[in-house]
């Protein structure tokens, strides 16, 4: 859309959508029913007759890897030639990455913004007023569900966008639920324990309708094991019924073979990922898994069209290399946003990257378990620099600084993510990297103004 007046009309669509209550950006004291209304999608989508039931999907819900997980499904579907509706959340530079319709001319396939006003105009406007206190996560899922049936989507991957069992896109009975690596977060929506987590995620499982898991925690998969047995489910678990053993491993990707193990015997799948890190094997893993729940509904969802999606997608901002030349230093740059994927990218950063100094430009929203993050990524870093997104839950480079000094932690600080790289940049060598990570916020901040910040710290090289 490059016509101004379309361009503003996109812009008042997304302010109108803001002016409903947003959980993203407004904490609650409990993820309970008596504050997030699990009937109300329901009577909502009933008025605009229902688009949900015209399409099958894939439900993925969890607290670590659904995004990947989704990602690399509907690149599978993609490659055997579906059309493939794809929503997920937050988005990370674009508000339309949320909601996109893969087809095989087209690997990105954003809503267009004039099919997003036209939606936003046509059914949600005259429908808010019937159903009271509708929230913004509700009208954007209604519009992704009334794209997709306006598309003619063959199938979509649906990832919750909090939670489980209460959010918006629990009104769909999938082909298939998915339930990821589980840890705590969210803990004052979700619950204390594992177990509380795992009976929100949870939520999502139908009745008769399969499961597929990542190997979880004991308490974690004891309750989803519960559940699945409450309602007649067919439970698969990545990590037990499928294995999986690395390969070849560098930061632009690696190799893994995956066992699947069934009364009939063994079967092995020798895949590709452009991915790094080693928590992508399992999320590969459970990919392949739901996948394979799914194959025969779809004829050429064949393993060859599996194993050419999983090679070609696309899920930036996770240990992404975002630079790399030899007179600069190497940005990396990961949406690790809690305790647990903050451990898995310390892991990485010994692991699979080489370096003399590492610069740690860090920033995340204010409801984090920040203690946990700090003491996985700070020792390993020369210098960090302390910073904040402009999301309004982003906590303020002072409070991180305080809590880092605490724990025995030198940090500086910077008004925002440009000042922060910018400063790393000029105190690292060709030798070091920087890496920038905290939340998908942080990192979309900065993707945001690559391209000119790229051309002023090139520049910074040439004068030093």
């Not at 007759?49 to 990947?68: C, L, Q, R």
Request: some cysteine.
């Amino acid at each position: 859309m490059n016509n101004p007046a379309e361009r503003d009309e996109f812009g008042k669509a997304i302010e109108y959508l803001y002016s409903f209550i947003d959980l993203e950006q407004k904490r609650l004291d409990r993820y309970q029913a008596s504050k997030l209304d699990p009937t109300r999608i329901g009577r909502f989508l009933a008025l605009l007759n229902k688009p949900y039931e015209k399409f099958p999907a894939i439900h993925i819900a969890g607290t670590k890897g659904k995004g990947s997980v989704a990602a690399l499904c509907a690149a599978s579907l993609r490659a055997a030639g579906l059309r493939v509706g794809l929503y997920t959340s937050p988005h990370m530079q674009d508000f339309r990455e949320r909601v996109r319709v893969l087809t095989s001319q087209d690997a990105d396939g954003r809503i267009p913004e004039s099919d997003f006003v036209r939606l936003m105009d046509e059914s949600i406007r005259p429908t808010v007023t019937a159903v009271p206190d509708v929230t913004w996560f509700e009208i954007l899922t209604s519009i992704a569900f009334l794209y997709f049936a306006e598309q003619g989507v063959d199938v979509a991957v649906v990832e919750v966008g909090l939670g489980g069992r209460l959010d918006a896109t629990n009104v769909i009975t999938p082909l298939v639920s998915v339930i990821t690596s589980l840890s705590l977060d969210h803990t004052y929506f979700l619950g204390d324990t594992l177990a509380e987590i795992a009976y929100e995620k949870g939520g999502i499982i139908k009745p008769g309708v399969p499961v597929v898991t990542a190997v979880q925690p004991p308490e974690a998969l004891h309750r989803l094991q519960e559940i699945t047995a409450e309602r007649g489910c067919a439970m698969t678990v990545a990590g037990v019924d499928y294995t999986y053993r690395s390969g070849d491993y560098s930061p632009a990707g690696q190799d893994l073979l995956i066992t699947r193990h069934g009364v009939a015997g063994e079967r092995q799948y020798a895949l590709h990922i452009p991915l790094a890190g080693a928590h992508q094997q399992l999320n590969t893993t459970v990919a392949l898994a739901t996948l394979h729940v799914v194959q025969p509904h779809f004829p050429n969802l064949t393993d060859a069209a599996i194993a050419e999606g999983f090679a070609a997608v696309e899920w930036h901002g996770r240990l992404e290399i975002l630079h790399r030349a030899p007179d600069t230093p190497t940005l990396l740059v990961d949406c690790a946003h809690n305790e647990d994927s903050a451990e898995k990218l310390a892991l990485a950063l010994r692991q699979v990257y080489s370096y003399e100094r590492l610069f740690l430009v860090f920033g995340v929203s204010a409801d984090k378990f920040v203690t946990g993050m700090i003491e996985h990524l700070f020792p390993l870093a020369e210098r960090v620099i302390a910073t904040m997104s402009t999301h309004p839950r982003a906590a303020l480079p002072g409070d991180l600084a305080a809590t880092a000094v605490s724990l025995g932690f030198t940090v500086d600080e910077a008004v925002d993510v440009e000042t922060a790289v910018t400063q790393a940049w000029l105190s690292a060598t060709p030798a070091d990297l920087i890496c920038v990570t905290g939340s998908i916020f942080i990192v979309g901040d900065l993707l945001n103004q690559w391209d000119s910040l790229k051309s002023r710290l090139t520049q910074y090289e040439t004068e030093r």
